[in-house]
């Protein structure tokens, strides 16, 4: 991970713990010149500094990250959850809105040509998606129905040999909430196109072993 980019990941506002974005940075490094990563769930954009700095490492087409959010927080987020952020509510609207935040962040880190802003509900996007990913990060609304939802819609847009990452996997149920391991990897390992390859912290990375993008998953 360059410094510059590490010090604007390390100082942006979010939820993704420097080994694990560390890792994350390894692995779009990985994949980027084989085509383009997509995130689900951007927030402020901290993680997608880790992406972009991959991008711009690996440059030309290929070094492109799209980000999806519908900017109005998870669950989770919402005031009176242990994830609110009373900075990033639009006070006229009385809603959460991180796509300021999110803009400052990606402009100040030099990334704006790398990291490309998809706002919009991860299942509306996803049903008007038709492009193979070389890596897909999955670290959207936890509850179970959008955790399914994000595995159901995006994970068969990754290409063979492309990698699947996902966040806030906790095995043990005193580390944290259930949804990213029952309903995405769980899933994903169960299906058999997917096999485990590294895992940092609460990160889980799987590459797909079998079947090509756009096929639907076991
Ligand atoms: N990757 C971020 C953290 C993401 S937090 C970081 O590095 O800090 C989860 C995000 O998922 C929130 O911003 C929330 O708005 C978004 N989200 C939750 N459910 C969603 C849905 N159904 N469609 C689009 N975005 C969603
Ligand atoms: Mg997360």
Redesign the pocket.
């Known amino acids: 991970m360059p410094d510059d980019l590490l010090a604007h990941a390390l100082a942006a ?4 713990p420097p080994d694990e974005g560390a890792l994350l940075h390894r692995v779009a490094r990985e994949r980027l010149p084989f085509g383009p990563a997509l ?10 500094i880790y992406l972009g700095a991959a991008a711009r490492e690996v440059g030309g087409p290929h070094g492109t990250v799209f980000t ?7 669950e989770e ?1 919402q005031a009176g959850w242990e994830h609110h952020d009373p900075s990033v509510v639009d006070p006229e609207l009385g809603l ?1 809105d ?1 796509l300021p935040t999110f803009r400052r962040t990606i402009a100040r880190a030099g990334l704006e040509d790398r990291v490309v802003a998809v706002v ?4 509306t996007v996803a049903a008007h998606w038709r492009t193979p990913l070389s890596l897909l990060f999955i ?4 509850g179970e129905q ?1 955790a399914r ?1 994000d595995y159901e819609s995006w994970a068969h847009w990754v290409v063979r040999d492309g990698l699947l990452a996902v ?1 806030d996997v906790f095995p043990d149920p005193a580390d944290g909430g259930r949804p990213p391991y029952e309903q995405i990897y769980l899933p994903a390992l169960a299906s058999g196109a997917f096999e485990e390859v590294d895992a940092v912290g609460s990160m889980r990375v799987l590459r797909r072993v079998s079947g090509a993008a756009g096929d639907r998953l076991g």
Not at 39 to 48: L, M, R
Not at 68 to 74: A, E, L, P
Not at 139 to 142: K, L, N, S, T, W
């Open positions: 506002k979010g939820f993704m995130e689900v769930g951007t927030y402020c954009g901290k993680s997608a999806v959010d519908h900017h109005r927080g998870s987020n959460m991180t919009g509900r991860s299942t670290d959207g609304g936890h959008p939802d966040h």
